[in-house]
């Protein structure tokens, strides 16, 4: 049996490292194995799952519990125990709102503000993150020289910290930027692209799709590959002009993660956080003040601090991702199906 | 889209250059400058000393301006080349200016002062890279404890991810056992309930543990993470369970055929979640913004963007130090680029 087991791979060093490692598994050993003559061997399994389960229940699980229950109290102390209970006084203040396109009609008008940011973020993000990811894709996907290296250029921002991301990009669009420096070349004046409302919201739309756009590239040229090359062919043969194998072939099969990549998208945008939080800190003003940072100051940051109110709001916005991602679910189990049918 | 469709399909080379081939070309030029050129620019920038980085048009390599002590002046003072009235060019020093004319010396009169109008003159420059940037906040700041935070954090965070994972990836695949369906989809019901709605409450209870203001309170709330478990439970699958029957005839205990036999063969998957789980702790940033208050306890994600939120931002010291924090990144880039891009296509994870 011995022979079976594969030994580590790696160098001599790497054994050497691993030396005192193998000592306390084995000395675990001896405990486990009176562990498992009182459970039995399908009682281990209660064990290899407990730690996960721990860790899962107390930091993910009852905190989900408990949101509900915190966005029911009010006042600034931190322990439910010690918080005043309000009922729904928390979402009557959120919705409080003469005129809800207006938000300065609202109770909260920070709140509304952000939501409307947010929902114009994610318009504009979404439709043009899809459509760079799909041109990168189609492009990746033609007869290229050097594909895995053009592949990389585009991955790259990816892996990127958002807060690198959002200084890099907080460098460039300054005053004495390298954006600045080739519009002088050109002849325009200097300008302060992030103290302008419009030109800083539209920064945090580009700024995430330039961080972002390569993960989904990724997935739609998997996707792209996968269809298979005689297709083309037979369509070709019959005389199909290209445009219409376009639409008859690659689109059709490309649907599946087409769908699983716009609701991906849709996800990441409702929660922007890191990057704008870095680059524009939610100014000028509010302009760009999305809802993760309402929460985020409403909970903590600032001086008057409601974590009931953040509670509720955070709810609010869970419940739209729960929306999203069980969509994602169901188109995620039909692309499977066709999978398994081809 | 009929147009874009066309280009799909075309060949480079069949009938010469057909407006697709280029539009290609122009895409893929215009994405190396857009996806590289803010890198460049940021490293560039990196070497630059203060005075080099306020000057606008910015210069794209890193100069300063020569200085020269001379005799009767306490501080170096700042060399031009001057046009003199003859037309000769001549080289020296500035002593203070007012309004458009520059008071000078010659290196070789000291005592001698020479009225210069500013249009006349340039500066002698010479490539000079700022390596002081990197040098000092090692020294000044607490830019060390950053580090070491972050790589206490992502080391410890990733080390348990993959222990504990793993061990419930074990159990969910090789093990029949009531509720097994119950705690898979409670894992991946978890998918749905990300950091941002849950901070409120999350912060309580991190509190109420007392790991406020400690790195703990970081890495704990992050390590089972239901994508670990997915792609290694996946990976389990697809061991033959004869292996573990044989070690059982062999009165190998559980945890032997655990760490002896199921670990080595999905050394491919626990690698590709080690690459996953860097990244992400590494670039974590809005957790540990709420959990670590206090200095000394920052990741260089926290420090870098408390930093760069002053009033008076030391570009100088933040660009060099955003270098230095991309740097694990980037070469988990270049080196291990494959497994990520392997990972993202096979699960659409990230």
């Known amino acids: 049996m011995k022979a079976d087991v594969p030994k580590g791979s790696g160098s001599g060093l790497g054994e050497t490292a691993m030396v005192p490692v193998r000592l306390a598994m084995a000395a675990i050993d001896a405990p486990l194995r009176f562990v498992q003559r009182r459970l039995g061997i399908g009682g281990m399994a209660t064990f290899f799952l407990l730690p996960n389960m721990l860790i899962f229940g107390i930091f993910v699980l009852l905190p989900f519990f408990i949101n509900f229950a915190y966005s029911m109290t009010g006042g600034t102390a931190l322990f439910l125990p010690d918080r005043s209970f309000v009922g729904g006084d928390q979402y009557a203040r959120l919705f409080d709102c003469a005129n809800y396109a207006d938000p300065n009609s609202c109770a909260e008008d920070t709140f509304w503000t952000a939501v409307g940011n947010t929902a114009w973020f994610v318009v504009l993000q979404v439709t043009l993150m899809i459509l760079f990811s799909l041109v990168t894709a189609l492009i990746l996907n033609r007869d290229l020289m050097a594909r895995s290296f053009w592949r990389a250029v585009f991955f790259f921002p990816v892996l990127l910290s ?59 040229l998997a996707g792209l590959q996968a269809i298979p090359k005689d297709l083309y062919e037979a369509a070709e043969m019959d005389g199909t002009r290209p445009a219409r194998a376009f639409w008859r072939i ?39 003040l999305y809802i993760t940072q309402y929460i985020y100051e409403t909970g903590f940051a600032t001086q008057l601090r409601n974590p009931g109110l953040a509670a509720a709001a955070s709810i609010l ?13 169901g188109l995620g189990r039909k692309g499977e199906k066709k999978g398994a049918r081809k | 889209m009929s147009r874009l469709a066309e280009f799909i399909f075309r060949r480079r080379g069949r009938n010469g250059w057909h407006w697709t081939d280029i539009f290609t070309w122009v895409w893929l030029i215009g994405g190396l400058f857009i996806m590289f050129g803010p890198a460049v620019w940021l490293v560039g920038s990196s070497f630059k000393s203060p005075a080099a980085l306020a000057e606008f048009p910015p210069s794209i390599m890193p100069y300063v301006t020569q200085k020269a002590t001379i005799e009767g002046y306490d501080k170096p003072l700042d060399l031009y080349e001057v046009t003199m009235p003859d037309g000769s060019k001549k080289v020296l020093a500035e002593v203070r200016r007012i309004g458009i ?75 029949e056992f009531r509720g097994r369906t119950f705690a898979m989809l409670l894992i991946l019901a978890t998918l749905m309930v990300p950091l941002s ?18 790195l703990w309170g970081v890495i704990l709330p992050t ?12 990976y389990m699958l697809t061991i033959p369970d004869e292996l573990i029957d044989a070690a059982r005839m062999d009165k190998a205990s559980e945890w032997q055929i655990y760490w002896r036999i199921i670990l080595p063969l999905t050394a491919p998957a626990l690698a590709v979640l080690a690459i996953f789980s860097v990244v992400w702790r590494w670039n974590d940033f809005l957790w540990p913004l709420i959990v670590l208050s206090r200095k000394e306890l920052y990741t260089l994600q926290v420090g870098l963007s408390i930093y760069s939120g002053e009033l008076n931002v030391q570009w100088h010291f933040i660009l060099a ?22 990972g993202i296509a096979g699960t659409g994870l990230k």
Do not use: C
Request: charged share 10%; no cysteine; proline share 5%.
């Open chain 2, 197 to 214: 709605v849950i901070m409120v409450p999350l912060y309580s209870i991190v509190s109420a543990l007392g790991l406020f203001n400690n």
């Open chain 2, 223 to 234: 390590v089972a993470t239901p994508t670990g478990v997915f792609i290694l439970r996946q």
């Open chain 1, 250 to 288: 690659t689109l059709p099969l490309l649907m599946p993660n087409l769908l699983v990549v716009i609701v991906l998208v849709l996800i990441r945008a409702v929660q922007i956080f890191d990057e704008v939080y870095v680059l524009t800190g939610g100014g000028p003003g509010t302009s760009t």
């Open chain 2, 321 to 342: 130090m955003t270098v230095v924090t991309m740097i694990p990144v980037v070469l988990v880039f270049i080196f291990l680029q494959r497994f990520i891009t392997t």
């Open chain 2, 101 to 175: 004319v520059s008071q000078m010396v010659s290196p070789e009169k000291p005592t001698e002062i020479v009225k210069v109008k500013i249009a006349e003159r340039t500066p002698v420059r010479t490539m000079s890279f700022a390596t002081s940037n990197y040098s000092e906040p090692f020294t000044h700041f607490d830019f060390v404890r950053y580090l070491w935070n972050s790589v206490f954090v992502t080391v410890t965070a990733t080390l348990i991810t993959l222990i504990v994972n793993s061990m419930a990836a074990f159990a969910l695949s090789k093990y």
């Open chain 1, 317 to 329: 916005m869970g419940g739209v991702l729960v929306v999203l991602t069980l969509v994602q679910l």
């Open chain 1, 162 to 220: 958002p807060v690198v991301v959002g200084l890099i990009w907080k460098w460039i669009l300054q005053r004495q930027g390298l954006l600045n420096f080739g519009l002088y070349g050109l002849g325009f004046e200097p300008y302060t692209w992030l103290n302008d409302r419009n030109w800083s919201f539209a920064a945090t739309v580009g700024v995430s799709i330039w961080a972002h756009m390569g993960f989904y590239t990724l997935i739609l």
